[in-house]
């Protein structure tokens, strides 16, 4: 039986770096090759048959980048909503708290846009770990749980970083 919940938690793919965009780290967009490596990654993603219902973002744009990409690359196509907790600098409790009251009903398998170190830090709050899980740009994990409110913690089903992810779709 499924969990009645999967959490995909995806890093923004990669980004112009902070050194030569001039307009501050909120407005970073994805350079080209993370546009690229990004859709393939999200072919991977299609290939292992998951399904997502729901996209939520961080507010800043590589990442409302990233989640339009991934969303248009699944079938269904699925909405796409800012959830500002996952912007960087919110605790995971307070995230699991904004995206419980977000989460629309029925909507069970949602996958959540971020950045490091805090999506992580979040991975490591829903299973119980001791240690951050480190992504890489472009890299996804599922997690499955009971519910966004309880106490037990979420099972880690798979973490694939961006360079398998974009095998499996090729």
Same mark, same amino acid.
């Given at each position: ?23 501050? =780290? =909120? ?17 991977? @993603? ?6 997502? =219902? ?29 959830? =500002? ?74 973490? @694939? ?10």
């Amino acid at each position: 039986m499924a969990s009645p919940f999967e959490l995909y938690l995806v890093r923004h793919a990669i980004a112009a770096e902070r050194s030569t965009h001039r307009a501050g =780290d =909120d407005t970073r967009p994805l350079t080209a090759r993370g546009v690229v490596r990004f859709k393939k990654a999200v072919a991977g @993603l299609a290939m292992l048959g998951a399904g997502i =219902d729901e996209v939520f973002t961080s507010p800043l744009v590589r990442a409302r980048q990233t989640a339009a990409l991934l969303a248009a690359g699944l079938r269904g196509a699925p909405a796409v909503r800012v959830l =500002d907790a996952l912007a960087p600098g919110h605790a995971p409790p307070a995230v699991v708290a904004q995206l419980a009251r977000a989460v629309r009903r029925r909507r069970r398998r949602i996958a959540l846009v971020g950045h490091e170190p805090g999506l992580g830090e979040l991975a490591a709050h829903l299973i119980g770990a001791g240690r951050p899980l480190p992504f890489r740009k472009g890299g996804i994990c599922r997690i499955d749980m009971e519910s966004l409110t309880s106490r037990r913690p979420g099972v880690l089903a798979w973490f @694939l970083p961006p360079k398998v992810l974009r095998g499996l779709g090729a």
